[in-house]
């Protein structure tokens, strides 16, 4: 089960659903809705056999995005979502980095190239275009246009001060603010809520050692194999070369005697 946010804390959620291009929306979901493709209860037709563009967006008083995730799933040839969606969207939006700054101050963002938990920007993609044609304000159009009856009356990042900053930026010290981001994740993730994160460092930066290296055991074979075709093409080509030889000597001595040569 995906964890959403709920309505007592003055903002709400949805879920939206890009083209193959990233460049509109074809579904807007509330989360209740997303939770049913996401336990297998309902199909995405429309998605099947392909790799989706999603974003998760987190909505503030008069409709004004405060979060976006941008996240990846796959759907199957059925329309079913493939694997377990484990992806904490929550998390994510509360801890994204600052993003563009729509009118009502910056953005949370979370995307590939910014991500507050690493090993999970691999199922995260980069908003496309720039300015009102960009990936984010397509969000935020969308949003306006409020097909799902979006009712919020505050505004994500607000805290006991009054302010709508991030409260990353806020904080001057950095290893304060390292600090406060290791205890969040250490409560968020792992066994018990405990995580080791060098050893899961680890664990990432082994398999794309074990990727690589497959990788390029495979294009090893690959290439092996193709120099063994060209290799026995050539000899085949000779061979014919040879035979062609053969039948022009054999032609010319029969016109000869044809010709009653000697």
């Known amino acids: 089960?995906?964890?959403?946010?709920?309505?007592?804390?003055?903002?709400?959620?949805?879920?939206?659903?890009?083209?193959?291009?990233?460049?509109?929306?074809?579904?807007?979901?509330?989360p209740g809705q997303f939770e049913l493709f996401t336990d297998g209860e309902t199909r995405l037709d429309q998605f099947a056999a392909s790799k989706v563009r999603a974003a998760f967006a987190v909505v503030g008083a008069a409709l004004s995005l405060r979060a976006a995730v941008f996240f990846t799933f796959k759907v199957d040839e059925e329309g079913y979502i493939v694997g377990h969606?484990?992806?904490?969207?929550?998390?994510?939006?509360?801890?994204?980095?600052?993003?563009?700054d729509l009118g009502t101050g910056p953005v949370r963002l979370a995307c590939r190239g910014q991500c507050p938990v690493p090993w999970h920007s691999v199922n995260l993609w980069e908003p496309k275009g720039e300015g009102e044609n960009g990936s984010i304000h397509i969000v935020q159009r969308t949003v306006w246009r409020n097909q799902l009856g979006l009712k919020p009356s505050g505004a994500l990042g607000k805290r006991n001060n009054g302010s709508d900053a991030l409260p990353e930026l806020l904080e001057d010290d950095g290893r304060v603010r390292q600090k406060a981001l290791e205890v969040r994740l250490t409560d968020t993730f792992g066994e018990q809520g405990r995580v080791n994160l060098e050893s899961?460092?680890?664990?990432?930066?082994q398999r794309v050692s074990e990727v690589t290296t497959k990788y390029r055991d495979e294009l090893a074979e690959q290439q092996r194999n193709y120099l063994e075709q060209i290799r026995s093409c050539r000899e085949e080509i000779q061979q014919l070369r040879s035979a062609l030889r053969h039948e022009q000597q054999r032609s010319?001595?029969?016109?000869?005697?044809?010709r009653g040569e000697p």
Do not use: C, K, S, W
Not at 200 to 205: A, F, K
Not at 252 to 258: F, I, S, W
């Open 200 to 205: 899961l460092i680890r664990q990432h930066n």
């Open 252 to 258: 010319r001595r029969l016109q000869a005697l044809l």
């Open 85 to 100: 969606f484990n992806l904490p969207l929550r998390y994510l939006a509360d801890n994204a980095g600052p993003g563009p």
């Open 1 to 30: 089960m995906t964890d959403f946010v709920t309505d007592q804390d003055g903002y709400e959620e949805a879920v939206l659903l890009f083209d193959a291009d990233g460049l509109h929306i074809e579904a807007a979901l509330t």
